[in-house]
């Protein structure tokens, strides 16, 4: 019963916990439906021993009856022939029979037992067989899906990053706007002042008109 044992422990599992631990969960569902249909071949096997098993206790168990019934038959037909010694050496043959038929009995309905049990394990290991193998390609199905998700949100995190480049890009965009703008600046501070410097040397060699002296000429010039 080792193999049924282990057969129950399979199906009880959780196969999203199985798939969570694969490396490849596509793989590890084939190898899960192959060990399967593995046991399916075991159990298979065992339930065909277990039937034979039954229908040897059936045999044996009908065989005493019958002989039971025979011994029966011929001590009736050994009074009818005015025999009693026969009969009741028909009569002691049958309740020799008789005394082995409960053991037969108990026997047969224990390997009836047996063969009902085993054939219903196989019948469900089959039908669970069929369900994973109709649910396999809607499960590799979900994992492609994943799969192409997972690459999707590589992309968005490479799209982040982009986008996070573009903003840094700005922002020594901004910085080396900002610095031209100050370099400029300077520029034009420094030509301002090299033209005042300028300016006060020609002023410093340019004659200067008294005020004084020009209002007097102009007096002078209407008095006449």
């Given at each position: 019963?080792?193999?049924?044992?282990?057969?129950?422990?399979?199906?009880?599992?959780?196969?999203?916990?199985?798939?969570?631990?694969?490396?490849?969960?596509?793989?590890?569902?084939?190898?899960?439906?192959?060990?399967?249909?593995?046991?399916?071949?075991?159990?298979?096997?065992?339930?065909?021993?277990?039937?034979?098993?039954e229908?040897?206790?059936?045999?044996?168990?009908?065989?005493?009856?019958?002989?039971?019934?025979?011994?029966?038959?011929?001590?009736?037909?050994?009074?009818?022939a005015?025999?009693?010694?026969?009969?009741?050496?028909?009569?002691?043959?049958?309740?020799?029979?008789?005394?082995?038929?409960?053991?037969?009995?108990?026997?047969?309905?224990?390997?009836?037992?047996?063969?009902?049990?085993?054939?219903?394990?196989?019948?469900?290991?089959?039908?669970?067989?069929?369900?994973?193998?109709?649910?396999?390609?809607?499960?590799?199905?979900?994992?492609?899906?994943?799969?192409?998700?997972?690459?999707?949100?590589?992309?968005?995190?490479?799209?982040?990053?982009?986008?996070?480049?573009?903003?840094?890009?700005?922002?020594?965009?901004?910085?080396?706007?900002?610095?031209?703008?100050?370099?400029?600046?300077?520029?034009?501070?420094?030509?301002?002042?090299?033209?005042?410097?300028?300016?006060?040397?020609?002023s410093?060699?340019?004659?200067?008109?008294?005020?004084?002296?020009?209002?007097?000429?102009?007096?002078?010039?209407?008095?006449?």
């Amino acid at each position: 019963m080792g193999i049924l044992t282990r057969f129950k422990d399979i199906m009880a599992s959780n196969i999203n916990a199985l798939l969570d631990k694969a490396e490849d969960p596509e793989k590890m569902i084939d190898q899960c439906l192959r060990n399967l249909n593995s046991d399916l071949g075991k159990v298979k096997s065992e339930t065909a021993t277990i039937m034979a098993e039954e229908q040897r206790a059936r045999r044996a168990l009908e065989e005493v009856d019958a002989e039971i019934e025979k011994m029966q038959s011929y001590a009736i037909k050994a009074l009818e022939a005015n025999n009693e010694a026969d009969a009741r050496k028909f009569l002691q043959a049958k309740a020799t029979l008789s005394t082995k038929r409960p053991g037969l009995s108990e026997a047969y309905e224990l390997a009836k037992t047996n063969a009902n049990h085993m054939r219903e394990m196989h019948d469900k290991l089959v039908s669970d067989i069929n369900e994973l193998e109709s649910r396999k390609d809607m499960i590799k199905g979900k994992l492609a899906v994943a799969k192409t998700q997972e690459r999707i949100n590589k992309m968005g995190d490479s799209v982040a990053n982009a986008n996070n480049s573009m903003a840094s890009f700005r922002k020594y965009e901004d910085m080396a706007d900002k610095a031209l703008d100050k370099a400029n600046a300077m520029a034009e501070l420094n030509r301002s002042s090299s033209s005042n410097q300028i300016d006060d040397l020609v002023s410093k060699y340019t004659d200067n008109v008294n005020v004084d002296d020009e209002l007097a000429a102009l007096k002078a010039s209407l008095n006449k």
